[in-house]
């Protein structure tokens, strides 16, 4: 069992940055990927970004160069730095880690945070 905690989130002007963390407990060595994902008002759930166990990241289109995923082994912590927030960005962002299939505590959709919300003001 994986357990996720977010925080971070608040209310920012447009242009300005904000860091979310993402802090890991439970069967941190069964985590082959983590990455942050976002919900706002009247859409569905899109990827924002994603870093693996081997370092590798994806990215939204819409966030690339602006936002930066990364970890901290040591901490079981991962991050995600936002710089240039833009309105559009606002939503309610969680927190995902996805198991190695077959590990235990193993789950199809992985294990998620209850979110924190990012509001930027115009």
């Known amino acids: 069992q994986v357990q996720l905690v977010e925080s971070g989130g608040g209310l920012v002007q447009a242009g300005g940055s904000l860091r979310l963390s993402c802090a890991a407990s439970?069967?941190?060595?069964?985590?082959?990927?983590m990455g942050w994902h976002r919900q706002a008002p009247g859409k569905q759930r899109e990827m924002v970004a994603i870093i693996t166990n081997g370092g590798s990241t994806n990215y939204a289109e819409s966030v690339k160069g602006r936002f930066t995923i990364s970890r901290d082994n040591a901490k079981n912590t991962m991050y995600l730095q936002m710089n240039s927030l833009k309105p559009e960005d606002t939503a309610a962002y969680y927190c995902?880690?996805?198991?190695?299939?077959?590990?235990?505590?193993?789950?199809?959709?992985?294990?998620w945070g209850q979110g924190t919300q990012v509001t930027v003001s115009s």
């Open positions: 439970g069967i941190i060595s069964s985590i082959n990927s």
């Open positions: 995902n880690a996805q198991l190695s299939f077959g590990s235990r505590g193993y789950r199809r959709d992985g294990y």
